[in-house]
């Protein structure tokens, strides 16, 4: 007997809720039928896929590996209703992405809302944050991502290489000045992204052939980008940020460019996918964000 798409399902929703009544509520089932159907599903397939207790539950090993196999069971299937239900050609189906914050804000929600005046039919779940997305213990489809990427069953696809500037607001420099060399940043209160527990406090410049590298000590330190651009404007200290995030606030006067001389690092920009067939709607997608690649390069501090 093999597995039922109806109790694949079943599966993935409680992979992503992490609680099987969550996932019997998705997916418009009583608590009784949900579970039946895991049982069923675990028999069929001679092993434990999710680990429960009273309190809690979680994929059990085989669980991980099954999971990315069943997302694209469903996935196969959507992709054929939506190919018999597309009378008019026109595209449908939902879309989950994820983005860094910031980025997500002040681009990507611009060229989302491009694409859906185009394309009226199609849904979007889109998260905000900066933290990485797992791919195959979340259900996202599509990630914007900055920096190299380490996992080798994934997609990147460069849409360009964006630098940071330091940058502050007009009152913090009426009050503390401006510091002319990198080196003298130290002296600064400066604003930090936190990733991983660990502060970003290593800033790298360059002016022409010369690069200079400086360890900050933050005064402020966040873990969320936005906070430390609003802290930015607060005039509460200098921070470190990629020019596509903070390029309006400069022309708009909210910001200005300290070191101006001096770009920091670039940084890449990737749009990551798995390996799995797309579907014509995410196809279409991932076309037309890497029609904004012009965009991003045309985005570079003068």
């Given at each position: 007997m093999r597995e039922s798409l109806s109790e694949i399902a079943v599966f993935v929703a409680c992979a992503d809720s992490g609680q099987l009544s969550h996932a019997a509520r998705s997916l418009g089932i009583t608590l009784a039928v949900a579970s039946a159907a895991l049982k069923r599903l675990e028999a069929q397939l001679g092993t434990r896929?999710?680990?429960?207790?009273?309190?809690?539950?979680?994929?059990?090993?085989?669980?991980?590996?099954?999971?990315?196999?069943?997302?694209?069971?469903?996935?196969?299937?959507?992709?054929?209703?939506?190919?018999?239900?597309?009378?008019?050609?026109?595209?449908?189906?939902?879309?989950?992405?994820?983005?860094?914050?910031?980025?997500?804000?002040?681009?990507?929600?611009?060229?989302?809302?491009?694409?859906?005046?185009?394309?009226?039919?199609?849904?979007?779940?889109?998260?905000?944050?900066?933290?990485?997305?797992?791919?195959?213990?979340?259900?996202?489809?599509?990630?914007?991502?900055?920096?190299?990427?380490?996992?080798?069953?994934?997609?990147?696809?460069?849409l360009a290489r964006l630098v940071r500037v330091a940058c502050a607001a007009p009152a913090y420099v009426a009050r503390r000045g401006a510091p002319e060399h990198p080196r003298e940043l130290i002296a600064h209160e400066t604003l930090c992204y936190m990733r991983q527990h660990r502060a970003a406090d290593r800033w790298l410049f360059q002016r022409g052939e010369d690069v200079a590298e400086v360890t900050v000590t933050p005064r402020w330190t966040f873990n969320d980008a936005e906070m430390v651009r609003r802290w930015a404007?607060?005039?509460?200290?200098?921070?470190?940020?990629?020019?596509?995030?903070?390029?309006?606030?400069?022309?708009?006067?909210?910001?200005?460019?300290?070191?101006?001389?001096?770009?920091?690092?670039?940084?890449?920009?990737?749009?990551?996918?798995?390996?799995?067939?797309?579907?014509?709607?995410?196809?279409?997608?991932?076309?037309f964000l890497s029609g904004r690649r012009a965009e991003l390069q045309a985005c570079q501090p003068a």
């Open positions: 896929l999710i680990l429960r207790t009273t309190r809690s539950q979680r994929l059990s090993a085989e669980g991980e590996r099954y999971l990315p196999h069943a997302r694209a069971a469903l996935d196969a299937l959507s992709a054929g209703r939506m190919a018999l239900s597309r009378d008019d050609g026109a595209l449908q189906g939902l879309v989950r992405i994820t983005a860094p914050a910031d980025f997500g804000r002040n681009r990507l929600a611009g060229w989302l809302d491009d694409f859906a005046q185009l394309h009226p039919q199609v849904q979007f779940q889109v998260a905000l944050d900066d933290a990485i997305a797992d791919f195959f213990a979340a259900p996202v489809d599509l990630a914007l991502r900055y920096g190299a990427l380490t996992d080798s069953s994934l997609i990147a696809l460069p404007l607060r005039g509460r200290g200098i921070a470190n940020r990629i020019w596509a995030d903070v390029a309006e606030d400069v022309a708009a006067g909210r910001l200005q460019r300290v070191l101006p001389q001096w770009v920091g690092e670039a940084v890449p920009l990737n749009l990551v996918y798995t390996e799995r067939r797309l579907s014509p709607v995410l196809r279409t997608l991932i076309d």
